[in-house]
T-cell receptor
Framework: AQKVTQAQTEISVVEKEDVTLDCVYE???????LFWYKQPPSGELVFLIR??????QNEISGRYSWNFQKSTSSFNFTITASQVVDSAVYFC????????????FGAGTRLFVKA | DADVTQTPRNRITKTGKRIMLECSQT?????MYWYRQDPGLGLRLIYY???????NKGEISDGYSVSRQAQAKFSLSLESAIPNQTALYFC?????????????FGPGTRLTVT
């Protein structure tokens, strides 16, 4: 069965600090996809990144970067030089091929960035 | 206009009542999903549909039913609402193809069952 664990319930940092949000997943399948979504205080869910299981290259997008390591079943998300606008709940999610690509979300990590 | 819309945005209902939450999308996607969000539990999948004739149960389908009236419309029903169905409900859509794709979410419906 698929499972996504975000062990950090809440993280609080001061603006300009770097912060890493952890995501550990479980799957028995070789074909799967990983995602990160952001939910700001306004409540909408915003897609950040998608990665398939055959692509372990790390990705950087501005202040955001993602580290995908199949050996440890992790897909961690780092925000560099955090800003107050980064305050949100961040969700990691997993979709497996044999499951018809239904998506399972982690419980989320709430990030507070203080000015 | 928003690509994925949900109605109503807020609803208070009583135990035992039937309620329908509606979702419409203009993205032209075949895949649609219903989730509920509870504090500390993230989003849990209720039902998903990969086209008009394909509907599948998710993690927590008991007490819920769905209808895919058209490619653009996917409704969630609570036949007899109970207080532990109080939650924030999201509809989402995604592309179809040879993989899993990012989902586009509606603004959510806050449902309270008293």
């Amino acid at each position: 069965a698929q499972k996504v664990t975000q062990a950090q319930t809440e993280i609080s940092v001061v603006e300009k600090e770097d912060v890493t949000l952890d995501c550990v997943y479980e799957t028995r399948d070789t074909t799967y996809y990983l995602f990160w979504y952001k939910q700001p205080p306004s409540g909408e869910l915003v897609f950040l990144i998608r990665r398939n299981s055959f692509d372990e290259q790390n990705e950087i997008s501005g202040r955001y970067s993602w580290n995908f390591q199949k050996s440890t079943s992790s897909f961690n998300f780092t925000i560099t030089a955090s800003q107050v606008v980064d305050s949100a709940v961040y969700f990691c999610a997993l979709s497996e091929y044999p499951g018809g690509f239904k998506t399972i979300f982690g419980a989320g990590t709430r990030l507070f960035v203080k000015a | 206009d928003a690509d994925v819309t949900q109605t109503p945005r807020n609803r208070i209902t009583k135990t035992g009542k039937r309620i329908m939450l509606e979702c419409s999308q203009t993205k032209g996607h075949d895949r649609m999903y219903w989730y509920r969000q509870d504090p500390g539990l993230g989003l849990r999948l209720i039902y998903y549909s990969f086209d008009v004739k394909d509907i599948n149960k998710g993690e927590i389908s008991d007490g819920y039913s769905v209808s895919r009236q058209a490619q653009a419309k996917f409704s969630l029903s609570l036949e007899s609402a109970i207080p532990n169905q109080t939650a924030l409900y999201f509809c989402a859509t995604s592309e179809s193809g040879q993989g899993a794709y990012e989902q586009y979410f509606g603004p959510g419906t806050r449902l309270t069952v008293t």
